[in-house]
């Protein structure tokens, strides 16, 4: 069989994160139109339970690493767990989701294979038996087709971007692995997680995100955006701008020194879109700004744009879309 | 202590580079090119150790394939003591660099490697990884907070809507994220005293390739803007638009 595909599956606290089910719909696509097989590599303590899922977004094996030593995250013991389910599976491609852990995972399955890491693909294609990724440079303002030259391929998907399916087995094959245990396993381990901002939706992961800028000119009317995200379940992003000025934290700027996001509806409030704003979002599928200026360069990129004053419109778009959406 | 500081020349962020004639590289040409800005903030928390330590050595090491020395140079301006310029590698092929790096670094014999959390041109986040398993150090990456206590290196790291804390034992890699500290600009005096600091030039030894670009181009255009309105009048129409043609809501 051709190049057959692992997936690594993350789990945070016995639930799987959803962009992961995504790489495994990719991958099991992929697998399809190649004529190979989609296993998942699950790490972690108690997941056994976790396979059904997994299945069902197209894997057709799942190899559990179970072990309170993995309970919480530890890049070496991880990726040694990881790679020993790939020699299983006979895999020559891994793919991961480009998210925290995964992008911090890849790079040392890179180092113990040998090989290096196509970081937050947006596409993946078929071209003979190469499996090319497609991936945004300089923040998205290029994009690079990378091939391999060498196997494995490593591939982080980038979340929000490649459709999850729902039409596998909830009963996918399970193998349960076990490793040795030794002390460079847990070089860099996780000791705790600190909460930082709770019940947030996460701004790399969400399907719709509201963001602003210095138009909204102090740190206080940043609750106008708080409130038309809450309405719509969005993640909140801010620009360079209102971060470097200390209005709001870094965990959310938006742009090529922040975060890259590719949500359904990114919603831009009074931010002007400098060149590395518009290259952290503008692969948004629609882009909806609000801004006084009309020659805003936001508003050349904006599916949709309103001129006028963010304190008036956004208030108005907020009850709107209350009467609407709660109706 | 011995802190080694890993730098990478990248565009500046304030332009839109081009895509080269042969259709998968960036075009140098018009490019300024810049100290990686979340390097910085490494050079910034290496310098910032060393003088609360009040004794040490900042070593700041460089893979560059055109051999340019000027972000090095600018390295040693803001403080950085002495500087060692790799000749070679590639800008996008990471495990080359990190190869490259791991070879420097197990002579500079660093307490702790300061590296950026991700070079904003190949934005691969994989160099300090790669580096920690070629040396057999324990890493953090996206760090925020950093804090040496003895042997321990207390590691704050940014991860979806938390934190991770870790404690790494001593030497070992750390990559640094924004928020960590504020990176200070050169002084007049220090760069005057940059020219004359020691810059090592070595030139790279052939590695293996892993990766292939086979072809690199703007993202495809977004259809014109297009705009629905002034003032709240327009909001109705937005709310419309949104749910019935783009869907989204």
Redesign the interface.
Known sequence: MPDPILVFVEQRDGKIKRPSLEAVSEASRLAKASGTSVSAAIVGSDVQALAADIGKAGAEKVYVIDDPRFKR?A?EGYAKAVVEAMRRAGATRLFLAA???G??L???I???T???????CTELKLDGDRL?GR????????????????SPGIYTLRPNVFPQSRDGSATPAVETLRLEASD?DS????????????G?V?L??AS?VVSAGRGLSAPEHFKMRDELAAV?GAAVGASRAV?DAGWR???E?VG???KTVSP??YIAIAVSGA??HL?GM??S?????INKD?DAPI???????????AF??VP??TE??KR??HH | MILAVCIKRVPDTNARPQVAPDGKSINPQGIEWVINPYDEFAIEEALRLKEKAGTGEVVGVSVDPDGNESILRKALAMGVDRGILVKGGSMFDGAVTAELLAGVLKNVKADLILFGKQAVDSDSYQVPSLVAHHLGLPRANVVTKLEIQGTKAVCRRQIEGNEELLELSTPCIVSCQKGLNEPRYPSLKGIMAAKKKPLEVLEAPPIEARIEILKMEPPPPRPPGRIVGKGREAVPELVRLLREEAKVI
């Open positions: 995250y890049a998210t925290a852990m992008k911090d890849a790079p040392t890179a180092g113990l040998g090989s290096a890491v196509a970081t937050d090319i991936r945004p440079v300089c923040a998205g303002k290029l994009f690079a087709d990378v091939a391999f030259k060498k460079a070089r860099s381990p996780v000791k705790d997680v600190v909460a930082t901002a709770a947030k996460e790399t992961e719709i719509l971060v934290p870094h965990a700027q090529q020194t922040g359904n509806l060149i590395q290259a503008s692969s599928k629609v882009i909806v700004a009309a508003f050349k990129i904006a599916n949709y744009g309103i001129v006028g004053d008036e419109v108005a778009l709107e879309l609407v959406l």
